[in-house]
Every structure is written in structure tokens, then in C-alpha cells.
């Protein structure tokens, strides 16, 4: 199993960056798949989950409205448009991979993780 994210960079705030996780290894509409961030000195957030089929997308209050998580099964690649971004948005993104085809547990029932891209906001 193997997930890549990308897509990171530089931005000011107010703008937009679209994070892509390209996966392989398993069979991607089979599992929900999350979008996680860390920035400096803090724990890691939760930021969005997309079930199987994209029929369920959640996401945590600091992001809802401005953030989009999407997935491609053809691609096997999950999204995130990022806009309106802020400078709290600054943080090392990453996605991983639901056990489940569902959100069931928003901060849990992850397995597989992958490396992380690096977002930073100027204000």
C-alpha cells in the first residue's frame, strides 16, 4: 500500500492550493479515505474524510465551506481544494487510508499513511 500526497506550496493568504494523493497497492473503492495536518508544534487535526463512492464527505469546522475533499476511482486519487486559504491553515497535509468504506470514526480506523506535503499561508 502506498499513498503519496502533493501538491503543497507557498501561498498567500486568501488563495487556493489543490493537494492530490495518488495511492496504489489496494483497491482504493474499497476504503474511506481522510486528509490530516499538523502544523509546527501542535497535534495532529483531522480535516475531512470521503467514503467509498464519494456518497459521504466530512469535514472539521475549521475547514467546513472553504475545503472540498473529492476522489477519483479511476485514478485512485483522493483530492483537497483548499481555498480561501488562512494563515492557521499552515501545516504538513497528509492523507491516509479508512480500514472502512465509510467515515465511521472520524479521528480513528486509519491503516495506511502517506508522506506529507508541506502547506504554508503568509499573511
Known amino acids: 500500500v502506498q499513498l503519496q500526497a502533493s501538491g503543497g506550496g507557498l501561498v498567500q493568504a486568501g488563495g487556493s492550493l489543490r493537494l492530490s494523493c495518488a495511492t496504489s497497492g489496494f483497491t482504493f473503492d474499497h476504503h474511506a479515505m481522510g486528509w490530516f495536518r499538523q502544523a509546527p508544534g501542535k497535534e495532529r487535526e483531522w480535516v475531512s474524510c470521503i467514503s467509498t463512492g464519494s456518497l459521504n464527505t466530512y469535514y472539521a469546522d475549521s475547514v467546513k465551506g472553504r475545503f472540498t475533499s473529492s476522489r477519483d476511482n479511476a485514478d485512485n486519487t483522493v483530492y483537497l481544494q483548499m481555498n480561501s486559504l488562512k494563515p492557521d491553515d499552515t501545516a504538513v497535509y497528509y492523507c491516509?487510508?479508512?480500514?472502512?468504506?465509510?467515515?465511521?470514526?472520524?479521528?480513528?480506523?486509519?491503516?495506511?499513511w502517506g508522506k506529507g506535503t508541506l502547506v504554508t499561508v503568509s499573511s
Open positions: 491516509a487510508r479508512y480500514k472502512s468504506s465509510h467515515c465511521l470514526i472520524l479521528n480513528d480506523g486509519m491503516d495506511y
